[in-house]
């Protein structure tokens, strides 16, 4: 490419950055390789195969009504407030999570400061860092997850936040939360911890722990959720933080106005009044879980064993299976952007879907 002085203009660290890469889209496989779309399998993104809560169905319906209108958003916070037991003012709202952890980055990080995430971890904490002219540290992984010790020993003066994923994306792998609130006692009031809940809700009940009410002791924690995972509300992007009221004052004073939607807003609170259909969900992935492990293990391949809506398994050849997996019509996603390039991730999907995955696995490695 040709670089104008105009893009020479642009900040050096964001030059540096190579943009995010999601799933391969269904659309562009089916012309790809022109399979009709009805005959694809899309297992990349994470995705609720149930699809939409039926009452979150009917609230966006209901919602398009006042479509012309810019959005309002306080009865959303309110909801959230309401269900996690906090103030209002505690409540950040962001166009997916991803959004929120931009904020969060935004607020606490410049040139000359730093950040701290774990190897083979959601690469979106990389790029909010980098954006902000900040340093990205990062740990070397402890069995594919985190390494809470050596994140600590890598805190620096210049340390401003620390990024945690649990359950991790992309390698499924749960940091306990007794450990998790050690490494809070370990850190500086002054350095923002941010917990990623984003697979929270496919935790074995017995597994879950209220972070949100660790606030109150450690200010300087926030925790992220979105609606894109079990809520099965990807495509309207809405997600959340909850802080302390003066930390969330700080990332509201950055974030975009509007920027959660009418349709989005609605679904979610109808989302969240849904118990039955987050129910639903879960026990799917359960089962799916159990079935994608069943057909690994048959297959003689090496998984790690995920608590979130996927699992990320090892093949030798994985790039080429991968390839393989697509002209089958089947989408899974590769990890070499994670450093992992013998490894792909493959979302629960419902049991045919889970059933063809398998089977197409199945016939890659043996082309």
């Known amino acids: 490419m040709t670089q104008t002085t ?5 900040p050096a660290w964001i030059r540096s950055i190579s943009p995010y ?18 005959s694809i399998v899309k ?26 209108r810019y959005p309002d958003t306080f009865d959303l916070a309110a909801a959230l407030a309401s269900h996690l037991r906090v103030r209002h003012e505690q409540i950040v709202l962001g166009n997916g999570s991803n959004d929120v952890l931009d904020l969060a980055a935004r607020v606490f990080l410049t040139t000359g ?69 050690a490494f809070l006692r370990g850190v500086p009031a002054d350095v923002a911890v941010v917990i990623d809940e984003a697979y929270n809700e496919y935790l074995p009940p017995d597994l879950r722990v209220d972070t949100v009410r660790w606030i109150d002791e450690f200010p300087n924690l926030i925790v992220t959720r979105t609606f894109s995972k079990v809520y099965g509300l990807a495509g309207l992007r809405v ?9 969330a004052d700080l990332m509201n004073r950055v974030r975009q106005p509007f920027n959660v939607n009418n349709l989005a807003a609605a679904a979610a609170i109808a989302a969240l009044d849904d118990k039955a259909f987050v129910d639903q969900s879960h026990e799917l992935n359960r089962r799916g879980m159990r079935q994608i492990e069943a057909g690994l293990k048959e297959l003689g391949l090496e998984w790690i064993p995920s608590r979130g809506n996927f699992i990320t398994f090892r093949v030798a050849d994985a790039a080429g299976v991968n390839q393989r997996l697509l002209r089958q019509g089947v989408i ?3 990890l070499v952007g ?17 059933e063809r995955f398998l089977a197409a696995l199945k016939n890659a490695l043996n082309s």
């Open 332 to 334: 899974v996603r590769p």
């Open 21 to 38: 890469v999601p799933g391969k889209p269904v659309t562009e496989l089916a012309r790809d390789i022109g399979l009709p779309l009805e």
């Open 43 to 68: 297992l990349a993104s994470n995705e609720n195969p149930l699809g939409i809560s039926p009452k979150a169905r009917a609230a966006v319906e209901k919602a398009m009504n006042g479509i012309e």
């Open 113 to 181: 400061r730093s950040a701290v995430m774990a190897q083979h971890t959601f690469v979106v904490y990389l790029l909010a860092t980098v954006m902000t002219g900040a340093e990205c540290i990062v740990t070397p992984a402890k069995n594919y997850g985190h390494d809470l010790a050596a994140m600590r020993a890598a805190l620096r003066p210049d340390t401003r936040v620390v990024w945690i994923a649990n359950p991790n994306n992309p390698t499924g792998t749960f940091l306990p939360y007794d450990d998790i609130k």
């Open 239 to 247: 997600g959340y933080a909850v802080a302390a009221p003066e930390v």
């Open 338 to 354: 994670y450093e992992m390039p013998q490894h792909l991730r493959v979302t629960i999907g419902l049991e045919q879907e889970n």
């Open 6 to 10: 105009l893009y020479q203009q642009s």
